[in-house]
Nanobody, 117 residues
Framework: QVQLVESGGGLVQPGGSLRLSCAASGSIFSINVMGWYRQAPGKQRELVAISTTDGNTNYADSVKGRFTISRDNAKNTVDLQIDNLKPEDTAVYYC???????????WGQGTQVTVSS
């Protein structure tokens, strides 16, 4: 089992910044992918950004150039720096962990990000 604990959400004005953090604990395998997904009201959960233990990253087109994912493999943490926030970024953001090449998905409890003036 893997436990994920997120922090860092909140209410921000358009154009503002936030940093989300996620710490994983439990049965962490050395080769894995960690990242962030989000779910807005009435919409499906979607990928935001993911990062593998060997440094490969993938971003949703809608966040490229504004969001930056980083991770610390020694600490089993993954952060998401969010800049130039837009109202359409409003969602619950979920941390995700999955062992590679194949493994179960684990999810955090979610952290709310609201972008509003």
């Amino acid at each position: 089992q893997v436990q994920l604990v997120e922090s860092g959400g909140g209410l921000v004005q358009p154009g503002g910044s936030l940093r989300l953090s996620c710490a994983a604990s439990g049965s962490i395998f050395s080769i894995n992918v960690m990242g962030w997904y989000r779910q807005a009201p009435g919409k499906q959960r979607e990928l935001v950004a993911i990062s593998t233990t060997d440094g490969n990253t993938n971003y949703a087109d809608s966040v490229k150039g504004r969001f930056t994912i980083s991770r610390d493999n020694a600490k089993n943490t993954v952060d998401l720096q969010i800049d130039n926030l837009k109202p359409e970024d409003t969602a619950v953001y979920y941390c995700n962990y999955r062992r590679l090449p194949v493994g179960n998905n684990y999810w955090g409890q979610g952290t709310q990000v609201t972008v509003s003036s």
